[in-house]
């Protein structure tokens, strides 16, 4: 998924917003030396995360990952939707973050993901012609983390729901949940309602698949959530995840993004070794670690990479 955004912000703006300069007209917000001081050495890597759990958890993993082979790391997480890490990005503020291919396209490509590109390949292929000058991906993992319709059981059986087609005859009845930024994003309300036809009576702004909307979700504020795939709320609650049979969210593999000017021989030798050991099983389990049972996300990163041969 594939991981938390602002509202009102069209992917078209972040297309253009990564692709001119906010310093000047003769600056390049993606050179090797970003305007106002921020960080882009080489030397330095500076990574950032969105603001839910599982980014934070993933670049916890890449910032250990990285110093273990001598790497100085700066640590920038919790920045929050996509709109505002990739200006971080752009503007030099961070490096390099976790993010998911198919999301990530979506975001960049004008018009949303070509037709019929929904498996982690085409995502790639699609994903590197539209990457912004100056970044690039590293290899992607197995590891995949999708958007979801969730509802309650309770739900699923009041309304026969077992896909997301099967909401088009009642969302008029029914209250969404999601982070603000999902009124505006074709995987969010916008694609519900091109592709599948359906139109919620309430949408109520929460978060991208944290405690919010899943605390919403149990109490009944909310008839529907945005919960990532790999969140353990899904089977610790047995919600029921809505299929998508018109392949709304496509892959969601999890992919280092990273400045060129960043990247060097060990800073990719060491991510792609992250990458390699990444899956969407062990990925749930270490993220449950921290959500439920409320370890430290450092502690929990730093077992994962021991437990992989990775430090």
Same mark, same amino acid.
């Given at each position: 998924?594939?991981?938390?955004?602002?509202?009102?912000?069209?992917?078209?703006?972040?297309?253009?917003?990564?692709?001119?300069?906010?310093?000047?007209?003769?600056?390049?917000?993606?050179?090797?030396?970003?305007?106002?001081?921020?960080?882009?050495?080489?030397?330095?890597?500076?990574?950032?995360?969105?603001?839910?759990?599982?980014?934070?958890?993933?670049?916890?993993?890449?910032?250990?990952?990285?110093?273990?082979?001598?790497?100085?790391?700066?640590?920038?997480?919790?920045?929050?939707?996509?709109?505002?890490?990739?200006?971080?990005?752009?503007?030099?503020?961070?490096?390099?973050?976790?993010?998911?291919?198919?999301?990530?396209?979506?975001?960049?490509?004008?018009?949303?993901?070509?037709?019929?590109?929904?498996?982690?390949?085409?995502?790639?292929?699609?994903?590197?012609?539209?990457?912004?000058?100056?970044?690039?991906?590293?290899?992607?993992?197995?590891?995949?983390?999708?958007?979801?319709?969730?509802?309650? =059981? $309770?739900?699923?059986?009041?309304?026969? !729901?077992? &896909?997301?087609?099967?909401?088009?005859? +009642?969302?008029? #009845?029914? *209250?969404?949940?999601?982070?603000?930024?999902?009124?505006?994003?074709?995987?969010?309300?916008?694609?519900?309602?091109?592709?599948?036809?359906?139109?919620?009576?309430?949408?109520?702004?929460?978060?991208?698949?944290?405690?919010?909307?899943?605390?919403?979700?149990?109490?009944?504020?909310?008839?529907?959530?945005?919960?990532?795939?790999?969140?353990?709320?899904?089977?610790?609650?047995?919600?029921?995840?809505?299929?998508?049979?018109?392949?709304?969210?496509?892959?969601?593999?999890?992919?280092?993004?990273?400045?060129?000017?960043?990247?060097?021989?060990?800073?990719?030798?060491?991510?792609?070794?992250? =990458? $390699?050991?990444?899956?969407?099983?062990? !990925?749930? &389990?270490?993220?449950?670690?921290?959500? +439920?049972?409320? #370890?430290? *996300?450092?502690?929990?990163?730093?077992?994962?990479?021991?437990?992989?041969?990775?430090?």
């Amino acid at each position: 998924m594939l991981r938390t955004r602002i509202a009102g912000v069209l992917a078209a703006g972040v297309t253009l917003a990564l692709t001119l300069s906010a310093c000047g007209a003769n600056d390049d917000p993606l050179s090797n030396e970003p305007a106002g001081g921020s960080s882009a050495s080489t030397s330095t890597v500076t990574i950032g995360s969105a603001n839910f759990a599982e980014s934070e958890l993933l670049g916890e993993i890449y910032a250990q990952a990285l110093e273990a082979k001598g790497v100085t790391v700066k640590r920038q997480f919790n920045i929050g939707a996509r709109e505002l890490y990739l200006k971080a990005l752009q503007d030099g503020s961070i490096d390099l973050l976790p993010e998911y291919n198919g999301a990530l396209l979506s975001a960049l490509a004008k018009g949303g993901a070509p037709e019929g590109v929904s498996s982690p390949d085409q995502v790639l292929t699609e994903l590197k012609k539209v990457l912004p000058a100056g970044t690039e991906v590293l290899e992607q993992s197995a590891a995949e983390d999708k958007d979801t319709l969730t509802v309650t =059981s $309770a739900t699923a059986a009041k309304y026969s !729901l077992k &896909t997301i087609e099967d909401l088009k005859p +009642v969302a008029n #009845q029914l *209250t969404i949940g999601a982070g603000p930024e999902w009124q505006e994003r074709y995987q969010g309300l916008k694609g519900l309602e091109s592709l599948y036809g359906i139109k919620f009576k309430t949408f109520k702004p929460l978060d991208a698949g944290g405690p919010l909307t899943v605390n919403a979700l149990t109490k009944g504020q909310i008839d529907v959530g945005n919960i990532f795939s790999t969140d353990s709320s899904i089977a610790t609650n047995k919600f029921v995840v809505l299929e998508d049979p018109k392949n709304l969210y496509l892959a969601e593999n999890i992919i280092p993004l990273i400045r060129t000017a960043a990247n060097n021989p060990t800073v990719s030798g060491a991510l792609n070794a992250v =990458s $390699a050991k990444l899956t969407t099983e062990n !990925l749930t &389990t270490y993220l449950a670690k921290v959500q +439920v049972d409320k #370890q430290d *996300t450092a502690a929990v990163a730093k077992a994962f990479l021991t437990e992989n041969g990775l430090v």
